[in-house]
């Protein structure tokens, strides 16, 4: 097998993704313009936004180990509000742009990328069409982040059609945590609505970078999108509960687990074989090894 790149390998996800690709046998190079905070694997400093630097550092480096064989692409301004919106969209649309064009460039055939919960609609201040929402309906975004998002999404399936051998895969995570993060869960209880903007989701870091390597090992072409949570939610409350309470007028299409994710991950099981390991509830007091649905 060939080098696989994780651009964004510094961050929150990232770090997951290179610790479970370098765990599953694969040589990682990390692309970032931010050092990482543990020393994993060979690290690039690479501007993005600069195509040339980004050719450069798809098409070879001296002393890299092996061809390139796939590419994981998490760099972004991970969210709306940290910079002007001019700046996020720019930098996240110019990044994807370099990042997907550049590998075709250096023959680079397969794709994983981090698309976003937020093309579902969210915040979700005009309630989502039905829940569990899932890819079936069109983008809805609603901020400068998620248009960039959704273009990178409208992008691959183009540059997909141009070349039917290219593969890139969307996943669309939710707001991703550590196992240091579950701490605040608990009192996320005392106000329902205070997550409710992302229909109480979140996604593990290890499972979002077990969501990646199924992703970059899944035998397909094209374009796709996946949303990518955990099983269950944030909340003690169970979700019909939640959907009763904040979103009264929402049709629930299906009978509703405990604490089932309203972020539907059917697909990312069903074609990728994706299966979340990991539940905040295993860090509460008494909590099992069992993710929670």
Known sequence: MGTVVVTGGSGKLGDAVVADLLAHGREVVNVDLVPPKVDRCRHLRVDLTDFGQTVGALSG??????????????AA?????????????????????????????????????????????????????????????PGRPESAYSMSKFLGEQLAVQLCRQDPGLKIYGLRFSNVMRPEDYAAFPSFEANHRGR??????YIDARDGAQAVRLALNHDG???EVFVVANADTVMSSRSADLMAEVYPGVEVRHELGEHETLLSIEKACRVLGYKPAHSWRQAAPGGDEQTAV
């Open 221 to 223: 072409m094209g374009a």
């Open 77 to 137: 301004i991970p969210a709306p509000g940290l910079v002007p919106d001019s700046v996020v969209f720019t930098a996240n649309m110019v990044s994807t742009y370099n990042v997907f064009t550049a590998a075709r460039v250096a023959g680079v055939r397969n794709i994983v990328w981090a698309s976003s919960e937020t093309v579902l609609g969210l915040p979700f201040t005009t309630p989502p069409p039905y829940a569990p929402v899932d890819e079936k309906y």
């Open 196 to 201: 409710a903007w992302n229909l109480w989701g």
């Open 61 to 74: 480096v001296d002393d890299l180990p092996g061809p390139v064989e796939a590419v994981v692409h998490l």
